[in-house]
């Protein structure tokens, strides 16, 4: 796969390329945004450090979002969830803190790469999901709530469809990187990943523009339902 690393190419354990080249990747680097937007065209999937000398990561992020489909994941530097909240909601596929383990990284790299890759829907999965006025269509991965067009990332899709689908269940965050973040060991769960759920949960209730569609059950997990009207 063709990998575009934007930004800071190392980590606390050394530079990754030389490891993701040796699984395989062919790996582009680029240290600024200006060159990113030059390059992001020949990439199957970016790599981008949100913290760039000349333009801001969230800036390129958007731009590239709105030139094209290709899978990002982005890094910040604070390792807040503010931080990694905005980075989902300017387009970014996933978000990792720095530093960040290789491992995590490759299994990043697997899981965004196996949900964005084209597959035909089963046919019982192309439906519209209506809960008051929150509207799903499976099929062209649309969202309206009150009629108004909800953008959502590949992701952001994935976690609401999940949840819609078993509105009426409470469903864990260890579910949910289950079957959503494709993760194969539950048993492992910890403060990451329940990072990961939490923060793209509030990036899609910011978008939803009401926080009771998702709806937490505290020591349980969440599940959708209406919203105010």
């Not at 790469?113 to 999901?129: I, K």
């Not at 952001?156 to 973040?181: C, G, N, P």
Request: hydrophobic content about 40%.
């Amino acid at each position: 796969m063709d990998i575009l690393m934007v930004g800071s190419t190392a980590d606390g354990s050394g530079s990754p390329v030389v490891r993701l080249e040796r699984l395989g990747h062919e790996v582009t680097c680029v240290s600024t945004g200006a060159a990113a937007m030059e390059a992001h065209q020949h990439a199957e999937l970016i790599l981008l450090d949100l913290d760039l000398p000349d333009i801001d990561g969230l800036e390129v992020c958007r731009r590239i979002r709105a030139l094209a489909r290709t899978p990002v994941i982005a890094f910040t530097d604070s390792g807040t969830e503010l931080d990694r909240v905005l980075g989902l909601r300017a387009g970014a596929d996933d978000c990792l803190d720095k530093p960040y383990e290789f491992r995590e990284l490759a299994a990043r790299i697997d899981a965004v790469t196996r949900r964005t890759r084209p597959r035909e829907p089963a046919r019982e999965s192309l439906t519209v999901l209506s809960i008051g006025a929150l509207h799903i269509d499976a099929a062209s991965r649309e969202v309206r709530v009150r009629g108004r067009h909800v953008d959502l990332t590949r992701k952001e899709f994935d976690l609401l469809y999940y949840l819609a689908r078993h509105s009426e269940k409470v469903v864990s965050r260890q579910r949910l990187m289950t079957e959503i973040w494709e993760d194969p060991r539950p048993q492992e769960f910890g403060p990451r990943a329940s990072r990961t759920v939490d923060t793209h949960v509030s990036s899609l209730r910011s978008k939803l523009g009401d926080s009771n569609w998702i709806r937490t059950v505290r020591g349980v997990g969440f599940r959708v339902g209406p919203g105010c009207s």
